[in-house]
C-alpha cells in the first residue's frame, strides 16, 4: 500500500496535479471481500498501516470503504476513532439491484435477436411485474441478481433450447444462488467429461485456460468447451482457447462444490484431488500442452496431500476406487508408476503413522513398480528418468523397523523390475557393486526420478541382507533404517542400524 497506493498519491498531490478533481470531494479506494483474505495476520497488518497511515496524515484527501462480512479478526482492528462501522444490511439494497437487472436487460435485447423479436410482438420485456419478481427473489444479493441474470440470458444449445423467456419464470422457482447451481450444472451433466471438468475448475490451485484444462485431463479442448459452453451463468468461460482463465464467477460455488449437504450429486469430494494429482504427473512428464506441464510440476504433490491429509475420505478404498476408474489409457502415465511414487512420497517425506506403522506402504510401492514395469512404453521411460520435485516441509526425523518378512517381499517384487530394466531399459542400470560400497543412501528430493525410487529400495533390500550376514544371528532380527533429512541440499539420507549390533 505505501509503494502502490500512498507514496504515489502523496506526489500528485504535491505536484498539484490532483487540484481540479479534488474541488468535487476527496478520492476513495473500495476494498471488497477483505474477509475472503486466508492471511488474517496480513489483513491485520493491512488494517493497522492504514490507520497508522490517516494518523500521521488526518487532512489527507483520501478515504477507504472497506467491505466485508463480519469476521471478528476485521471487526476488533476496525473498532477505533477514525473509523465509520455500518452494517449494509440496515440498507435494502433492492433498488441498485432492479436497477442492475434493468440496465443489463436492455444491453442484453440489443445483443441478442431472439429477445429483439420477442420484444417486437409482445411489448416490453421483461415486465414491469416480472423485474419486481427478480429483485425480490434476489434477497438483497449482487451475486444472486447477477447469477440469474447470467441464466437467463445464456444462449441456446443444442442439450438446452430454452429462450431466454423460457428460463425467466424457471429463475423464480429456483431456491437462491444453490437452486440456480443445480439448474445451471444440469444442462451439462449427460456430456462426456463433465465430472471432471467441474471438479477439476473447482479444485485447481491456480486457474487455467480452457486448452490447460483439456491438456490436464489428456481430453481435447472442444470436449472442454462443449461443457463449459452451457455453465457460462456460473462459470467465467474466456474467448478464447489458449488464453483467459477459466474462473468461477463467484466464491460460493466453491463452497457449493465442497459441501455435500448442499451440492448433492454435484458434490467435488476432497479424494478427487487424487485424481488431480494423477493428472498432474502424466502432464508433468509430457510437454503437450505448456499450460498443464508447468501447472502438473508445480502442484502434482500439493494435490496428493490434500488428498493423503483429509480426514473426509478413507485413504485405502479411495486408491482401491482409483485403481478401478483409471484403465491403463493409451497415451498416459500407466497408474502403477503414479502410485509408486506418491507411495513411496507418503512413507519418506509424509507422517506415515497416519496410514500404518509397519512397511505396508513400502510394500505397495515395491509392488506398484513392479506392475509398471510390466507396461515398458515411453512414459514408463520418461517416468523412470525424469526428475520432479517433492515438497518435504512437514516431515522429521525417523526409525522404520525392517522384518524378514517384509524384505522377502520388497525383493521378490524388485527381483521383477531388475529383470524388467535389463530387458527394456538397460540405460537406467546402476552397477551391482555400488550398492556394496555404500553405506548410506541420498537422494534429491528435488530432483527425484522413478528409477531413484528403484535404487532407493534396491539400496534397502541389498544393505538388509548385508547387515544380517554380519550379524550372523538367526533367525534374522528387525533391521532398524534411519531415514534423515538434509534441508540445505534438500536430501533425503537413508541408514541401516541392525538392533542386535547396537545393544
Known amino acids: 500500500m505505501e509503494r502502490l497506493v500512498y507514496e504515489p498519491f502523496q506526489a500528485a498531490l504535491q505536484g498539484g496535479r490532483l487540484i481540479k478533481t479534488l474541488l468535487k470531494g476527496p478520492f476513495l479506494i473500495v476494498i471488497d471481500g477483505l474477509d475472503e483474505c486466508d492471511d488474517k495476520q496480513g489483513v491485520k497488518e493491512l488494517i493497522d498501516h492504514m490507520l497508522d497511515f490517516f494518523k500521521k496524515h488526518p487532512s489527507i484527501p483520501l478515504r477507504i470503504f472497506i467491505a466485508s462480512r463480519v469476521e471478528q479478526h476485521i471487526r476488533a482492528h476496525l473498532k477505533t476513532d477514525g473509523v465509520l462501522v455500518r452494517n449494509l444490511d440496515d440498507d435494502s439494497p433492492d433498488e441498485d439491484i432492479d436497477q442492475f437487472l434493468q440496465t443489463s436487460f436492455q444491453i442484453a435485447a440489443k445483443q441478442d435477436p431472439i429477445i429483439q423479436a420477442y420484444i417486437h410482438g409482445h411489448g416490453s420485456w421483461p415486465t414491469t411485474s416480472d423485474m419486481g419478481k427478480l429483485t425480490g427473489h434476489s434477497r438483497g444479493s449482487f451475486a444472486l441478481a447477477s447469477a440469474i441474470f447470467e441464466f437467463i440470458r445464456q444462449p441456446s444449445s443444442r442439450e438446452d433450447p430454452t429462450t431466454p423467456m423460457d428460463r425467466l419464470p424457471l429463475t423464480l422457482e429456483m431456491n437462491g444462488l444453490d437452486g440456480l447451481y443445480t439448474q445451471t450444472l444440469a444442462r451439462s451433466e449427460h456430456l462426456p467429461h463433465f465430472r471432471n471438468i467441474i471438479s477439476t475448475v473447482a479444485l485447481l490451485m491456480e486457474p487455467l485456460p480452457i486448452v490447460g484444462i483439456a491438456g490436464l485431463l489428456g481430453i481435447e479442448a472442444f470436449e472442454a468447451i462443449r461443457v463449459l459452453m452451457n455453465l457460462q451463468a456460473i462459470i467465467h468461460v474466456p474467448g478464447t482457447d489458449e488464453k483467459g482463465e477459466v474462473t468461477l464467477c463467484h466464491t460460493s460455488l466453491r463452497d457449493f462444490f465442497t459441501t455435500e449437504s448442499r451440492s448433492g450429486s454435484f458434490f467435488v469430494p476432497p479424494s478427487y484431488h487424487l485424481y488431480l494429482s494423477y493428472f498432474c504427473i502424466s502432464s508433468a512428464l509430457e510437454n503437450n500442452n505448456e499450460q498443464a506441464h508447468v501447472y502438473g510440476r508445480q502442484y502434482f504433490d500439493s494435490h496428493w496431500r490434500l488428498f493423503a491429509g483429509s480426514t473426509g475420505c478413507n485413504f485405502f478404498q479411495e486408491i482401491e476406487k482409483f485403481k478401478a476408474r483409471q484403465p491403463l489409457l493409451v497415451d498416459r502415465l500407466p497408474y ?4 509408486c511414487s506418491v507411495f513411496f512420497y507418503t512413507f519418506f517425506m509424509m507422517d506415515r503413522r497416519r496410514w500404518n506403522e509397519g512397511l505396508d506402504l513400502l510394500i505397495e510401492c515395491a509392488k506398484q513398480l513392479a506392475l509398471a514395469m510390466e507396461c515398458p512404453d515411453r512414459h514408463i521411460r520418461l517416468w523412470l528418468g525424469e526428475k520432479l520435485y517433492y515438497s518435504a516441509t512437514d516431515h522429521r526425523e525417523e526409525a522404520f523397523r525392517l522384518s524378514e518378512r517384509a524384505h522377502e517381499a520388497l525383493q521378490h517384487d524388485l527381483q521383477c523390475v531388475s529383470t524388467a530394466i535389463h530387458a527394456n531399459f538397460p540405460q537406467f542400470l546402476n552397477p551391482p557393486s555400488n550398492f556394496r560400497m555404500i553405506n548410506e543412501f541420498t537422494v534429491n528430493l528435488d530432483r527425484l ?11 534397502i533390500v541389498a544393505h538388509a541382507r548385508l547387515e544380517w550376514e554380519d550379524l550372523k544371528i538367526t533367525p534374522n532380527p528387525p533391521l532398524e533404517l ?14 541401516f542400524h541392525g538392533i542386535g549390533r547396537h545393544q
Open 449 to 459: 526420478s522413478g528409477i531413484d525410487v528403484f535404487n532407493m529400495l534396491n539400496w
Open 336 to 339: 502403477h508408476a503414479f502410485l
Open 482 to 495: 534411519y531415514a534423515s533429512y538434509d534441508w540445505m541440499r534438500g536430501s533425503l539420507i537413508l541408514d
